[in-house]
């Protein structure tokens, strides 16, 4: 295997960028910063391009020839890894497309409107993976899903599941055109429990905890939805609230009301 021993080397100067939005957008790569994440983004055919690990760590199994790997002292591992305390590999890997597509296949869907937290949006890819979620939906204005932040919050899910990016008119045209209606976490006149929709086919939007869902959102909402908690509670974070929703959806599913 390849040895790399200089902080400057074209491959790790462009790992270190990679922690950067916009230079992953310019290069359509994003990076793995564990052995956790790497195994599951190749065990889920993710296409990784380049494989650094520290001196004396193994490569995982089923890298394909064509990945360039290297190895590095762990000083070097230090400087580019994104993380206080490198894992002793990173991974770029190419970006998939996260365009909306032009039909909408599944049952279930979470939507999430402008969610910045990449802890947040890791953790609702996440936990709409554990619970059969067809699929993630982020718009305008929420945290890169493929942000080192957003990928170690998901635990892997984000390889698994399939997270895509548009804004509210085409979401709103999709939904239209797979039959299913769109579901606002919010508090208006028909506001209705939660457990009291029918959830087996539908998408729910959920917003920011301080922001809660746009006005634009709330217009293409069918209907709006509460989570029923005590008076002394305010809100919920989205993370939680999107879990929430996700497991009546789950349960509505294996409720036998699901019509397949």
């Known amino acids: 295997m390849e040895r ?27 990076l793995c910063d564990s052995p956790k994440l790497v195994e ?18 193994a490569l995982p199994e089923g890298v394909d020839a064509s990945v360039r790997c290297v190895a590095v ?3 070097v591992m230090a400087s580019i890894s994104p993380v206080r305390t490198p894992q002793g590999m990173l991974a770029a890997c190419r970006m998939p497309d996260t365009a909306l597509p032009e039909k909408l296949t599944g049952q279930r869907y979470v939507v999430l409107d402008g969610v910045q937290d990449p802890g947040n949006v890791g953790t609702v890819i996440r936990t709409a993976d554990a619970f ?21 919050s998901s635990m892997g899910a984000v390889f698994r599941l399939p997270v895509w990016c548009t804004d509210a008119e085409t979401l709103h045209v999709r939904l239209r055109d797979a039959g299913l209606p769109l579901y606002g976490a919010a508090l208006r006149d028909d506001t209705a429990d939660v457990r009291a929709l029918p959830l087996h086919r539908c998408a729910i939007a959920i917003g920011s905890e301080g922001r809660g869902l746009s006005a634009e959102i709330l217009s293409k909402c069918e209907k709006t939805i509460k989570i029923p ?3 002394r509670c305010e809100s919920l974070n989205a993370a939680v609230a999107a879990s929430v929703v996700l497991w009546e959806m789950y349960r509505d599913r294996c409720s036998g009301t699901e019509e397949e």
């Open 73 to 75: 002292p762990p000083d």
């Open 229 to 231: 908690m005590s008076p």
């Open 132 to 152: 059969g979620c067809d699929g993630v939906i982020l718009l305008t204005g929420c945290a890169d899903p493929y942000s080192v932040k957003t990928l170690r």
């Open 4 to 30: 790399i021993t200089s902080r400057k080397n074209p491959l790790l100067e462009h790992m270190r960028r990679l922690d950067s939005a916009a230079y992953r957008r310019e290069r359509g790569e994003f």
């Open 40 to 57: 599951e983004a190749l065990r889920h055919g993710a296409q990784v391009v380049s494989l650094a690990v520290s001196d004396g760590v």
